[in-house]
């Protein structure tokens, strides 16, 4: 579904030059929830908005189904991001306009005929459960709710992969629980493969079956959650394990219950 | 108070916010295409044209450094070119309308640089055109932002309008000067100034008004 293949970015900064992603090969299956783990300043926002070109990478390939994203021109690109829905960690809904409204937006940008605007509008917000706020304003909601809207909008036009830029990392934790598992619910209901950079290893075990761990701009290792969480092969991997288990003791134990709680999970084997 | 006074005062402010409404109407058309090329050809912006945008900013930096009363004779014959004449109201709305169009392209550039970033990606990422970045983010997201801005260069132009009126444009200005200083009527002074303090304070209430009713769903405490 989706594969990068020597990805890289560099940033020009005042104080030099920044690598923010050295040579990223990547494969993701279709209809797979991959995460990619990394600290602050790693590079997975850099990695998640190179997918659809916020950012311009530098060198390198990127593929999303049919399409080499990396190609494609300027008129191109825009009929590209219509099927790749992106939700936000700061929503960034259009205040300016309902809940509706912000549903409705990518829709009139899509060219939909105003009925059919109203019908999907209205599916879309039944999926993500919030049909009953569909006139109410951004201001009005909760940031649960927010979010809600912010999936509804990425996926109004039918994307074929959700992009997630820390999508659960300003909510508290069961808002965020509920977040991803209404997630988890609309990959198994469309099909639809989800990306999701995160920092909190908890939401890469409950939702994610396989990863990468992204560090200094480099991919220092991907693999099913399970293996990589069994065997870390690298020093940065471990201590994202490590603070739970030191916890482990105390009540402070992540947020969210580990994946085996949760029974099966397929896996997806062939990630390089 | 004499009797000619209320009919004075009645012609001078038909003129004067004749010549604001002509004036805000035609700088908006100016200012606005101007003020959001301001923005959006910024680098890194959604147009982004660095070398336009520094033309663009030279330009109005230029028209605003001309004092008022300078610019107005300055534009006269092309006011003479576009309507015929060089004095009255309609005759100074060219100039007025040339000079305080940059005024308003800054005002309205500084309030579509408030729009949160990622607003604009969200929209980029859905696919828009950056027409309808402008059309559909970024104008109606920062709508009460601007309108009080507007309404800020609407009183710049109402005093615009007087220093006009000084030269031959006509309205309260001119009635203040010609009737108020030059004939040492008191009177006809004290009514303009009142009935220009009243004005000024209707369209900043006014515009107060529409800014709250825009925002009144968009966030908790206003």
């Known amino acids: 579904m989706i594969s990068i293949t020597g990805l890289n970015k560099t940033f020009l900064t005042p104080s030099g030059r920044v690598n923010a992603l050295k040579d990223i090969n990547l494969t993701v299956d279709k209809g797979d929830i991959f995460g990619i783990i990394g600290f602050s300043g790693a590079g997975k926002s850099t990695?998640?908005?190179?997918?659809?070109?916020?950012?311009?990478?530098?060198?390198?390939?990127?593929?999303?189904?049919?399409?080499?994203?990396?190609?494609?021109?300027?008129?191109?690109?825009?009929?590209?991001?219509?099927?790749?829905?992106?939700?936000?960690?700061?929503y960034y809904l259009l205040e300016s306009r309902t809940v509706f409204g912000n549903v409705a937006f990518p829709l009139e940008i899509a060219g939909y005929p105003k009925q059919r605007i109203g019908h999907r509008a209205v599916e879309i917000l039944e999926l993500v459960g919030l049909i009953d706020k569909i006139g109410a304003y951004p201001a009005q909601l909760s940031g649960g709710q927010k979010q809600r809207v912010g999936i509804a909008r990425a996926l109004a036009n039918e994307p074929d992969v959700l992009l997630s830029d820390e999508a659960t990392s300003s909510l508290d934790p069961s808002t965020s629980r509920s977040i991803l598992d209404l997630l988890r619910d609309i990959n198994q209901k469309l099909g639809l493969t989800i990306v999701m950079i995160t920092h909190e290893m908890d939401v890469l075990r409950y939702l994610c079956a396989n990863a990468a761990v992204i560090e200094a701009g480099e991919i220092i290792e991907t693999g099913s959650v399970a293996e990589i969480s069994a065997h870390p092969r690298h020093e940065i991997t471990r201590l994202f394990f490590a603070p739970s288990r030191q916890n482990s003791s105390g009540e402070a134990q992540g947020m969210l219950p580990d994946p085996a709680e949760r029974g099966e999970r397929k896996e997806v084997s062939d990630v390089r | 108070m004499s009797d000619d006074l209320l009919p004075l005062l009645a012609v001078g402010l038909g003129e004067t916010v004749y010549m604001v409404i002509l004036t805000t109407?035609?700088?908006?058309?100016?200012?606005?295409?101007?003020?959001?090329?301001l923005v959006v050809t910024e680098p890194g912006h959604i147009m982004a044209a660095p070398r336009l945008n520094k033309v663009l900013g030279t330009m109005v930096n230029i028209t605003r450094s001309f004092p008022t009363i300078i610019l107005i004779v300055v534009l006269l014959p092309l006011s003479r070119l576009l309507v015929g004449t060089t004095l009255g109201a309609t005759a100074a709305v060219v100039p007025l309308s040339i000079g305080s169009a940059p005024f308003l392209a800054r005002i309205i550039e500084n309030s579509l640089k408030e729009i949160d970033r990622g607003k604009i990606e969200a929209g980029l990422a859905v696919g828009a055109t950056p027409m309808e970045i402008i059309r559909k983010v970024m104008i109606p997201e920062c709508l009460a932002s601007l309108t009080l801005g507007i309404t800020m260069a609407v009183i710049m132009i109402t005093g615009f309008t007087a220093t006009a009126g000084a030269i031959g444009a006509g309205g309260l200005g001119s009635l203040a000067v010609r009737f108020g200083y030059q004939r040492y009527r008191t009177d006809v002074m004290l009514a303009t100034l009142v009935v220009l303090v009243v004005l000024v304070q209707s369209i900043q209430w006014g515009g107060n008004l529409i800014a709250r009713r825009i925002n009144k769903n968009r966030h908790k405490f206003s």
């Open chain 2, 25 to 37: 109407v035609s700088s908006l058309f100016l200012g606005l295409p101007l003020g959001v090329a």
């Open chain 1, 47 to 90: 990695l998640i908005r190179c997918l659809n070109r916020l950012e311009e990478p530098d060198s390198g390939t990127i593929r999303i189904g049919a399409r080499e994203i990396t190609r494609l021109g300027t008129r191109e690109l825009r009929a590209a991001r219509k099927k790749i829905g992106m939700i936000f960690q700061h």
